[in-house]
């Protein structure tokens, strides 16, 4: 990546991200959207965000841009994306990082306040196994605030239609190869980069002894999200939006 006059150029690690993420999901930009649209419906314009397992900002940042008035605390464990996302928002007093680990019972009692108007995440929450992801929405039916709403979009596999899913998986996958050969970035391609950047490799490191290569969870359906979310306390869960392979679930408390 190049460097600014001041540093690093984080816009551009940044937008690196949001390409290589968009190789995965070429409908990002829109499960964003409906997302901000169900924030704005439920919540208003000026909410205070939760930003969970925040990764580079990329939720803030969208937030941001299209409700300025908005505040956002965003929660990592990964020294190098927290690292890319406290330098692109440098500055900015509505953004505050804070880092934790989710799979610590304590992990919110980090957070400079008690409760949200929203908690947001977005393809992230996979890597954690039904009995940590239990645990964890159990802490955010107290985080949010009566009448706020927690939403999460990342891929939640219906296990009941199998020929569709092979169907799906191996469409996308040939798209994936496509852009792969035009030069888009995959996940190992991006980590590499990472870790030959001067200010990244020594973050990028300590991540891998954290995380190792990738970790994937359960990764159970939408059924099992929304009752669980209702055990937590929350009135009302159900889709909102819904891509052949991810969804987003809404959880109003």
């Known amino acids: 990546m190049s460097e600014t006059s001041t540093g690093t150029d984080w816009r551009a690690w940044q937008e690196s991200w949001d390409r290589q993420q968009e190789w995965y999901m070429p409908d990002r930009e829109e499960r964003f959207r409906v997302m901000l649209d169900m924030v704005e419906a439920l919540v208003g314009p000026r909410p205070r965000v939760l930003d969970l397992a925040c990764g580079t900002g990329s939720i803030t940042d969208r937030l941001l841009k299209r409700f300025p008035e908005a505040t956002s605390t965003g929660v990592d464990l990964d020294p190098a994306l927290l690292a890319i996302a406290r ?8 953004v505050t990082f804070v880092t934790a680990d989710l799979k610590d019972p304590e992990w919110a009692a980090q957070l400079p306040y008690d409760s949200y108007d929203a908690v947001l995440t977005a393809t992230a929450l996979h890597w954690l196994h039904t009995e940590p992801l239990t ?6 039916g107290g985080l949010v605030r009566d009448g706020g709403v927690f939403m999460n979009a990342d891929h939640m596999i219906d296990t009941t239609t199998p020929r569709i899913n092979a169907a799906e998986r191996a469409h996308r996958h040939a798209a994936m190869d496509r852009a792969k050969a ?11 980069l990472a870790a030959k950047d001067p200010v990244l490799a020594g973050p990028t490191a300590e991540r891998y002894e954290i995380y190792g290569e990738h970790a994937d969870g359960d990764m159970p359906p939408v059924r099992w999200h929304t009752d669980t979310l209702r055990a937590a306390g929350f009135g009302e869960a159900r889709t909102v939006w819904a891509s052949p392979s991810d969804s987003l679930v809404l959880a109003v408390k």
């Open 87 to 94: 330098g692109y928002f440098d500055g900015d007093e509505r």
């Open 135 to 140: 645990a964890l929405y159990g802490h955010i």
């Open 182 to 192: 035009a030069g888009a970035l995959d996940w190992a391609d991006w980590w590499a």
